[in-house]
């Protein structure tokens, strides 16, 4: 695979702008993004990573990535077949950010994910949600911003940063209808290019040949990454685009999939919430697809919103009355039932088994463990036993062995993504277990069985235990 060289003038510690050329599968199926590296030493990029990325010997690198995409008929949420191109020609510019270890650190996996933009900014919620399996484990991450809802906040944050990003094309169909569609509502932007954004951005990245972003990276892995509205738009990505692109080893979906075909040879898991349980059909698994339905679990984890309050307000992108507000300040509005309080059931540790499960998938053909799915009702409700919580799914310690008492939110979807959870009293937790030597000893047992099923990864079964040695017992 060639590449342009660039101009000496340009040439940073990685190449400030490069294209690529070639005849491989991948260049042939897709078109390569030109990616121009940001320098702007004054400022840093919005959304750039809430975690002293050094600490885990990593760098953050933030592109422009450009380039001329297709319009697709058939790309939408509900389709089950292949897209067809409908015409070219589509300038578009975006970003990516690119977070990477040493190449003596990397692992050999590149995850990928798609941002979401429901809250009207990117957000990697999925990232927020697993940082530390992946910056501890030497994986390369990059975060593309597919959308227009997301590219649009972008460029009201800082103009001088961002105005030159585009990502808007006619939606209109010319054999009659449209070629994209939100699933958010009639009045949110649609984003009939965010497909070859997307591929073409990952083309590139996959690239190691002299001045790539990861030259000299042994890249055997691609994994596509995407939480919620992002999920969703990667499900349309693995039915209608995959087929086209061939891009991607795995695709790891958080909260949730909808259906995926079950045609294709592609691993894939659905890590799901016991909050959206009910709100959406359920997904059913198939040789090549897994769901595993996590117990107890909110839209987003204690863990992850924390990391994500962080990131807000470090940006500033939600403007209050008396200053920014965090992502959870945000919730207030919403007069929720009971505070907004997430979950304490860790969805990052799910996440990271499934990451580890789909690599051995993708590089070795060792399937995934079993579906863990929640039993339904003849209407596909979940069921419950006595006590209201959810029969079945994949219980990690958190839920398993709990500390806190979990309940369904309302009445605003965003309230009942948020979920509830309040710690029970050093008096409940005695009279439910006894001793904190039982209470502990049952955590760590929990995490034992999911370890050898291949549904927790050693470190976040000690961190589990951790978590429990912290809590206080009546004496």
């Known amino acids: 695979m060639r590449f342009t060289s660039p101009p000496a003038t340009s040439c940073l510690a990685f190449a400030a702008a490069f294209s690529i050329f070639g005849s491989t599968?991948?260049?042939d199926a897709v078109s390569p993004a030109t990616l121009t590296l940001i320098d702007m030493a004054d400022s840093a990029p919005m959304s750039a990573a809430a975690v002293d990325l050094t600490a885990f010997g990593y760098s953050e690198l933030e592109f422009f990535t450009e380039g001329t995409a297709q319009r697709y008929r058939g790309a939408t949420l509900g389709e089950m077949d292949t897209a067809e191109?409908?015409?070219?020609?589509y300038s578009y510019r975006s970003r990516v950010l690119l977070r990477r270890p040493s190449q003596e650190a990397f692992n050999g996996t590149l995850v990928v994910e798609w941002t979401n933009v429901t809250a009207g900014q990117d957000i990697d919620f999925a990232f927020a949600e697993m940082h530390e399996h992946l910056l501890s484990?030497?994986?390369?991450?990059?975060?593309?911003?597919a959308q227009k809802n997301g590219v649009d906040r972008l460029k009201t944050w800082s103009l001088e940063r961002y105005g030159s990003l585009t990502v808007d094309a006619d939606n209109v169909d010319p054999q009659g209808g449209v070629v994209d569609t939100c699933v958010a509502g009639p009045d949110c932007p649609v984003d009939p290019l965010a497909w070859d954004i997307f591929s073409q951005t990952v083309v590139t990245l996959k690239s190691t040949g002299n001045g790539a972003p990861l030259a000299g990276y042994d890249i055997e892995t691609v994994i596509a990454l995407g939480q919620s509205q992002s999920a969703f738009r990667?499900?349309?990505?693995?039915?209608?685009?995959q087929p086209l692109t061939g891009l991607f080893n795995g695709f790891l979906f958080d909260d949730l999939a909808p259906q995926l075909r079950t045609d294709l040879q592609v691993p894939a898991i659905s890590v799901n919430s016991e909050v959206t349980a009910d709100m959406f059909p359920p997904t059913?698994?198939?040789?090549?697809?897994?769901?595993?339905?996590?117990?107890?679990?909110?839209?987003?984890?204690?863990?992850?919103?924390?990391?994500?309050?962080r990131m807000v307000l470090r940006d500033a992108s939600y403007p209050g009355a008396n200053g920014p507000l965090s992502f959870t300040e945000t919730l207030a509005s919403q007069n929720c039932a009971m505070p907004s309080s997430y979950s304490e059931v860790d969805t990052g540790a799910a996440l990271s088994a499934a990451l580890v499960s789909l690599e051995a998938w993708a590089e070795e053909g060792t399937p995934a463990p079993a579906s863990q799915v929640f039993a339904r009702d003849a209407d596909g409700k979940v069921l419950r036993d006595?006590?209201?919580?959810?029969?079945?799914?994949?219980?990690l310690p958190e839920f398993a062995v709990p500390a806190t008492s979990n309940a369904i939110n309302g009445p605003t979807v965003f309230c009942t993504l948020s979920g509830y959870s309040q710690d029970l009293t050093p008096d409940e937790m005695t009279t439910r277990y006894g001793t904190k030597d039982a209470y502990v000893a049952a955590v760590q047992a929990s995490g034992q069985d999911l370890i050898e099923a291949g549904y927790l990864l050693p470190d976040d079964a000690k961190a589990s235990v951790a978590r429990a040695e912290a809590v206080d017992f009546a004496q």
């Open 25 to 27: 599968a991948f260049a």
């Open 85 to 89: 191109v409908i015409d070219d020609g």
């Open 137 to 145: 484990q030497g994986y390369a991450v990059a975060v593309i911003s």
């Open 234 to 241: 990667l499900s349309s990505y693995y039915n209608t685009i």
């Open 284 to 309: 059913e698994p198939s040789d090549f697809v897994r769901i595993w339905d996590l117990a107890g679990a909110a839209h987003s984890s204690v863990y992850g919103a924390e990391y994500v309050d």
């Open 386 to 395: 006595a006590e209201g919580l959810p029969i079945g799914g994949l219980q």
